[in-house]
């Protein structure tokens, strides 16, 4: 506006001085004075239009308020149905079961830490049957387990110290034909009772405890394991295993015992000594987790 002042007095000044031209410089003026009059309202024009607030469309507000109250409800409806489909597939899924543990429900693996015990197992429990492998697998681990050759030395202490067999003789060299003779009988004991007859009758050679009720009633649940076992399929059946496999241990004794321990008399006793020391078995392995509850004080 200053400098608009001073061209205003300068052209006033020149109008003084020229008064024969003070028309054309007057026509002049007003044309510049309306061309900036002209552009100043203009521009104030539009900054005041800038300034002022648009008015708002409020069909158009409505319009986009509706738009996002039906993208919320689809959303929501999405999300319910995808809730609603992940629970019916989880509740659909089925639940993954645990393998059975095989050594699940076995007692501890030796009795007084010297006579094997792998074929026992505690009460109320429920094993899948044993595949041949694993009635084999048992009779070897009856067979071989340090246990084993602990326990046949002292039954052949026992046997050198009563002169069971006299031609057996006395001493170390004594002690070393009761020793191998013993191993011998144990090992094939546990192979024809608790392998190759099972396998062949479908039978299980392992031993259930019953594990509750009187004394009178568990000594005679043991007795009576010696002629009645439980087969593959879960029945109980008469006990071939035992009886015939004891019978076939006291017949292969005729080949390694000396000739006047053989024959069918000496077999048959050999036989009935045999089932007797499966009946004791049974009465130990019954009663042992009593005896290391009660007495041994072990959990």
Same mark, same amino acid.
């Given at each position: 506006?200053?400098?608009?002042? /001073?061209c205003?007095? =300068? ?12 028309? +054309? ?34 069909? =158009? ?17 999405? +999300?319910?149905?995808? !809730?609603?489909?992940?629970? =019916?597939?989880? /509740? *659909?899924?089925?639940?993954?079961? #645990? #393998?059975?543990?095989?050594s699940?429900g076995?007692? !501890? ?8 015990n ?7 429990t ?8 694993? @009635? ?13 050759f ?9 046997s050198?110290?009563?002169? =069971?067999?006299? %031609? ?8 070393g ?11 094939? +004991?546990?192979?024809?009772?608790e ?7 479908? %039978? ?6 019953l ?7 568990r ?11 439980? !087969? ?12 015939? +496999?004891?019978g ?12 006047? %321990?053989?024959? *069918? ?20 392995? %019954? ?6 509850? @009660?007495?041994?004080?072990? @959990?």
């Amino acid at each position: 506006m200053d400098g608009l002042t /001073a061209c205003l007095a =300068t052209l006033w000044v020149d109008l003084g001085r020229h008064s024969s031209s003070r028309r +054309g410089y007057l026509s002049l003026i007003r044309g510049v004075v309306a061309t900036i009059l002209f552009v100043v309202f203009s521009s104030t024009a539009r900054c005041t239009q800038s300034s002022l607030p648009a008015a708002p469309n409020r069909q =158009t507000d409505d319009q986009q308020e509706q738009a996002s109250d039906r993208v919320a409800a689809s959303s929501s409806q999405l +999300g319910q149905e995808t !809730t609603t489909k992940t629970q =019916t597939q989880e /509740a *659909l899924q089925p639940t993954a079961v #645990p #393998p059975k543990d095989d050594s699940e429900g076995k007692q !501890t693996k030796r009795m007084f830490w010297v006579i094997p015990n792998f074929a026992a197992v505690s009460a109320n429990t429920q094993l899948p049957p044993l595949s041949v492998r694993g @009635k084999f697998a048992l009779a070897t681990q009856d067979s071989v387990d340090y246990s084993s050759f602990v326990w046949t030395g002292i039954l052949a202490g026992q046997s050198l110290a009563l002169n =069971t067999y006299p %031609e057996l003789g006395k001493g170390a060299a004594g002690y070393g034909r009761y020793y191998w003779r013993g191993f011998v009988d144990q090992a094939s +004991g546990a192979f024809f009772t608790e392998a190759l007859v099972p396998a062949l009758t479908h %039978e299980d050679p392992r031993y259930y405890t019953l594990g509750h009720g009187s004394f009178l009633r568990r000594t005679g649940y043991a007795l009576s394991r010696v002629v009645l076992t439980k !087969t593959d399929s879960g029945g109980v059946s008469f006990n071939f295993s035992e009886v015939l +496999g004891n019978g076939m241990v006291a017949g292969l004794s005729n080949l390694y015992y000396p000739p006047e %321990e053989r024959g *069918l008399r000496k077999t048959a006793e050999n036989w009935a000594t045999g089932l007797e020391s499966a009946a004791l078995n049974n009465l130990v392995k %019954e009663f042992w987790p009593d005896i290391r509850h @009660k007495i041994l004080r072990q @959990k």
